[in-house]
């Protein structure tokens, strides 16, 4: 089992960047593949990324392609999601995620949801 916990949110200008964070418990967590979603208000959740165990597998929504980027480090347990450009209708609460599949998690159904944290971009 996966406990997941972000961070790093906050509010910023258009055009500023933000690092959220991923913090995940169990030794068992680079065995998962995991990914970053959102959800603003008003609107369906929207993948964002997912990356796999070993990194060699990145998948990216075309919404932010060229602007974020997803990193692992699974010696410390945590996921990354650096935004860079970001623009007001990045805003939303972001969610990580972790699953067994990449599969799983790029479908919007892995195994494991952490609690989101708030993105707020200003124009």
């Known amino acids: 089992q996966v406990q997941l916990v972000e961070s790093g949110g906050g509010l910023v200008q258009a055009g500023g960047s933000l690092r959220l964070s991923c913090a995940a418990s169990?030794?068992?967590?680079?065995?998962?593949?995991m990914g970053w979603f959102r959800q603003a208000p008003g609107k369906e959740r929207e993948f964002v990324g997912a990356i796999s165990w070993g990194s060699s597998t990145i998948n990216y929504a075309d919404s932010v392609k060229a602007r974020f980027t997803i990193s692992r480090d699974n010696a410390k347990n945590t996921g990354y999601l650096q935004m860079n450009t970001l623009r007001p209708e990045d805003t939303a609460v972001y969610y990580c995620?972790?699953?067994?599949?990449?599969?799983?998690?790029?479908?919007?159904?892995?195994?494991?949801w952490g609690q989101g944290t708030q993105v707020t971009v200003s124009s």
């Open positions: 169990g030794r068992t967590f680079s065995l998962y593949a």
């Open positions: 995620a972790a699953g067994n599949t990449m599969n799983g998690v790029v479908r919007g159904t892995p195994d494991y």
